[in-house]
């Protein structure tokens, strides 16, 4: 069949919103797929900064008193056998204990605490019991306690590394590229088959920054980041497809393409969440031809015959036409007997 080139040079909107390419916007469907991660890395820090910190944990507090719920109070006291001191960060409601066969079964609820004071003295274990001296003098005192089953941590006073404002802005740098190329390759890794990604599709959001002064140790720092990135992308498919319209469209006949080359450029943020592509689509058309058609024009037909109907197909350039055996004078009227190699 002949052929002709066709191109097209200008933008695709890359469109979430939509289902369908859309042939008059030059826009395709796009999918928008995220990851959200966070690292802590260190880094040598030149200076030190006095640090101040409480120590803090969970504990279960207990109710054992009476079917009834019991509310307590932020900063609500908890003392340990050794006279540490720590207070409920929030506020919270015991449940009710259960009664069952007239004896009471403990409720409990689980509760973040801090220390009073500042200082590695409060960085405990384990705590069987701790009681609540608001409760004293009362039957309360010895049915609602506190009691912890992992460590309390954090709580120290004294010189801890720092950074300056160089080494901040390198560990911030080296944090947001370390989460960004992470998030990609969890992403890229799960992309379903067939889509595609180009240069100016992701987004990258850095949610947080700091240093952790807690986890930073003599001479470094440790810096904590959290961030989401953000790709989208679409199906090339699509593209192919709609461009296929766009040539049907302008043409007025049924084209295919015989060989075609995309390529892009880098896209930038449009409208409503879309990205907006640059885009070259060169491509080398033929008109199309159903070979069931054909088959179907051609059965049963003379030799002569058949060449008449072959050679006036619309948009033809050239064909090769073989009867076999060499006596043969006549096309088969069983199309199963008739082959058609369109190129």
Do not use: C
Request: charged share 20%.
């Amino acid at each position: 069949s002949a052929r002709t080139e066709w191109s097209y040079t200008g933008s695709l909107t890359v469109d979430k919103e939509i289902a369908a390419f859309d042939a008059v916007r030059v826009a395709v469907p796009g999918e928008r797929l995220s990851e959200k991660k966070n690292v802590l890395l260190s880094f040598p820090a030149s200076g030190t900064r006095s640090v101040s910190e409480k120590a803090a944990g969970t504990m279960l507090v207990y109710n054992a008193h009476s079917s009834e719920p019991q509310a307590l109070v932020k900063s609500t006291r908890f003392v340990t056998p050794d006279g540490n001191v720590y207070r409920l960060v929030a506020g919270i409601t015991v449940p009710g204990a259960k009664i069952v066969d007239g004896a009471i079964v403990p409720s409990s609820i689980e509760a973040s605490v801090v220390a009073d004071k500042p200082g590695s003295e409060y960085n405990i274990g384990p705590v069987q019991k701790f009681i609540i001296p608001g409760f004293a003098g009362t039957p309360k005192y010895e049915t609602f306690y506190g009691a912890s089953l992992t460590s309390m941590t954090g709580g120290f006073v004294g010189e801890r590394a720092y950074p300056n404002s160089a080494e901040l802005a390198d560990a911030q740098a080296t944090a947001r590229a370390t989460l960004e190329e992470s998030m990609r390759e969890l992403i890229l890794a799960k992309l379903p088959a067939g889509f595609t990604l180009v240069s100016g599709g992701s987004a990258f959001t850095l949610i947080e920054s700091r240093v952790d002064a807690q986890a930073s140790t003599e001479g470094n720092f440790f810096l904590f980041a959290e961030g989401e990135l953000s790709l989208t992308v679409f199906r090339e498919a699509d593209a192919i497809a709609m461009f296929g319209e766009r040539v049907n469209t302008e043409a007025g006949v049924d084209f295919v393409f015989k060989t075609h080359a995309l390529s892009y450029g880098t896209g930038t943020p449009g409208v409503n969440g879309s990205l907006v592509v640059p885009v070259t689509f060169t491509a080398s058309l033929a008109r199309s031809i159903d070979p069931g058609a054909v088959k179907a024009q051609v059965a049963g037909r003379a030799e002569e015959e058949l060449r008449t109907v072959i050679f006036s197909l619309p948009g033809l350039e050239s064909a090769h036409i073989s009867l076999w055996p060499f006596w043969v004078r006549r096309v088969p009227r069983d199309s199963d007997k008739i082959r058609i190699a369109i190129d």
